[in-house]
């Protein structure tokens, strides 16, 4: 009856993390490039009061043995990289990738982080920044006389500028891909850092070998479904208050095994 009541208490930890990532998740719905969460558990380890296979005769074994296990934990929360769907912005420094890709974004500190949100904007002196003032990198520079901004499927970008009849070539927004978005560190501000489980960046140009198209006048939604979000809400609720019980359970046991003389 006493591990019963750890192993309740587990559960009612694991569900209490699982609540906390959906409602990051349900908090981010409206976030630009926004990547869902999802707890995953492990079962802890078990007891053996019979080792399976145990011998019952000199010609007979137990098939199962007697296992009881202690309770569950969080094994990890992993960060979900499905496509979020399209919004139409029409504004000509919004871009959403269209497949695989993060965007280059350099930080005060001078060290690289990466994101999928492309709501960017001009500083002072023209640079393409993030909202944060965050330049792309490599960094891409629009004429302050600029009257159009164009950028291509591959990331090209180009302005067209009075007195001249073709555009010009001002840049161009290049990506990076990893062998595991999961294992990114996301640190705010929709952003992410590389780790030793994401693996290296890898460069190259949107639109080519596996790396997603831009879309000029496009963001990508956050992907969370709140309907999906709500209905794990209410699961983990549920199996927060089973597991609740199964500690009210083993307190009436001990309490009656402790008033058997009475």
Same mark, same amino acid.
């Given at each position: 009856?006493?591990?019963?009541?750890?192993?309740?208490?587990?559960?009612?930890?694991?569900?209490?993390?699982?609540?906390?990532?959906?409602?990051?998740?349900?908090?981010?719905?409206?976030?630009?490039?926004?990547?869902?969460?999802?707890?995953?558990?492990?079962?802890?380890?078990?007891?053996?009061?019979?080792?399976?296979?145990?011998?019952?005769?000199?010609?007979?074994?137990? %098939?199962?043995? &007697?296992?009881?296990?202690? $309770? *569950? =934990?969080? !094994?990890?929360?992993?960060?979900?990289? @499905?496509? /979020?769907?399209?919004?139409?912005?029409?504004?000509?420094?919004?871009?959403?990738?269209?497949?695989?890709?993060?965007?280059?974004?350099?930080?005060?500190?001078?060290?690289?982080?990466?994101?999928?949100?492309?709501?960017?904007?001009?500083?002072?002196?023209?640079?393409?920044?993030?909202?944060?003032?965050?330049?792309?990198?490599?960094?891409?520079?629009?004429?302050?006389?600029?009257?159009?901004?164009?950028?291509?499927?591959?990331?090209?970008?180009?302005?067209?500028?009075?007195?001249?009849?073709? %555009?010009?070539? &001002?840049?161009?927004?290049? $990506? *990076? =891909?990893? !062998?595991?978005?999961?294992?990114?560190? @996301?640190? /705010?501000?929709?952003?992410?850092?590389?780790?030793?489980?994401?693996?290296?960046?890898?460069?190259?140009?949107?639109?080519?070998?596996?790396?997603?198209?831009?879309?000029?006048?496009?963001?990508?939604?956050?992907?969370?479904?709140?309907?999906?979000?709500?209905?794990?809400?209410?699961?983990?609720?549920?199996?927060?208050?089973?597991?609740?019980?199964?500690?009210?359970?083993?307190?009436?046991?001990?309490?009656?095994?402790?008033?058997?003389?009475?």
């Amino acid at each position: 009856m006493i591990r019963a009541l750890y192993t309740s208490a587990t559960g009612m930890n694991a569900q209490e993390t699982n609540i906390d990532v959906i409602a990051n998740n349900l908090a981010n719905v409206n976030t630009t490039g926004f990547k869902k969460g999802r707890a995953e558990f492990q079962d802890l380890m078990y007891q053996y009061t019979v080792e399976p296979g145990a011998p019952t005769s000199q010609s007979t074994q137990n %098939p199962s043995g &007697v296992q009881v296990g202690l $309770g *569950v =934990r969080t !094994a990890a929360v992993q960060k979900v990289f @499905a496509q /979020g769907d399209l919004t139409s912005t029409s504004n000509q420094l919004d871009v959403a990738v269209e497949g695989d890709g993060f965007f280059q974004i350099q930080k005060p500190d001078g060290t690289t982080a990466y994101t999928r949100t492309g709501s960017f904007q001009l500083d002072s002196a023209g640079n393409v920044v993030t909202a944060e003032g965050f330049p792309l990198t490599p960094g891409v520079t629009v004429p302050s006389d600029a009257l159009a901004i164009t950028i291509g499927q591959d990331g090209t970008v180009s302005v067209r500028q009075p007195g001249s009849p073709t %555009p010009a070539n &001002v840049g161009q927004i290049t $990506g *990076v =891909r990893f !062998a595991n978005n999961a294992g990114l560190r @996301a640190i /705010g501000k929709n952003l992410y850092e590389e780790t030793g489980s994401s693996g290296p960046p890898i460069g190259g140009t949107f639109g080519e070998n596996g790396f997603g198209t831009l879309s000029q006048g496009f963001l990508e939604s956050s992907n969370v479904s709140v309907v999906e979000q709500v209905v794990s809400m209410i699961t983990a609720q549920r199996a927060y208050e089973a597991n609740s019980k199964g500690i009210q359970t083993s307190d009436d046991m001990l309490s009656q095994a402790i008033n058997l003389k009475r």
